[in-house]
């Protein structure tokens, strides 16, 4: 291409094309920002499903007598340690009592090959404060050489709020 005159007629140099910006650099940019996005919204997706998932697969510890059945079904019923801890106080010292006569039913079970069913029924509830005492009466109940043997026992659990109602005491009452 020959140079070009300006109006003073001197040379001016060849004019220096831009090229238009790549068609993959601006595609790059429009993917690296739709996949940030993305990001974006599955950790929050993610987020907001844990919270759910913990919402609703998190024991009731609204009331003191429904912390206390969901610990018996836990712990007692289901024997799941894992069901029973976030429904304990930290300490669970107290608790040794009910702990004794879970390991008595498993011992029982293996000498004598069968299985102990415990139940228990109306959960009677006497709160003060952040603190209640929870009196129930267990069920415990076994089939042995098909005839069906059940005893009862009165007990009292004492429970505490601090944010959520747990089981800090289980004694037999006599």
Do not use: H
Not at 38 to 48: F, M, N, T
Not at 64 to 78: E, F, G, R, S
Not at 115 to 131: A, H, N, P, Q, S
């Amino acid at each position: 291409m020959p140079a070009q005159r300006t109006r003073s007629g001197q040379e001016s140099p060849d004019p220096v094309a831009i090229p238009p910006a790549p068609k993959r650099r601006r595609l790059r940019t429009v993917l690296a920002m739709v996949a940030g996005l993305l990001a974006v919204l599955g950790v929050a997706g993610a987020a907001v499903a844990y919270v759910a998932y913990d919402r609703y697969t998190s024991p009731d510890q609204s009331a003191p007598d429904i912390t206390v059945n969901n610990y018996l079904q836990a712990y007692m019923a289901d024997r799941n340690d894992v069901r029973a801890k976030p429904l304990a106080c930290a300490d669970t010292s107290k608790l040794a009592e009910l702990a004794t006569l879970r390991a008595d039913l498993v011992e029982r079970e293996k000498r004598f090959d069968t299985i102990f069913r415990v139940k228990w029924g109306k959960l009677d509830v006497r709160e003060e404060g952040d603190r209640a005492e929870v009196l129930v009466d267990l069920v415990i109940s076994t089939r042995m050489n098909e005839i069906t043997q059940s005893g009862r026992q009165s007990w009292r659990f004492v429970t505490q709020r601090d944010g959520a109602w747990r089981v800090c005491e289980a004694s037999q009452v006599t």
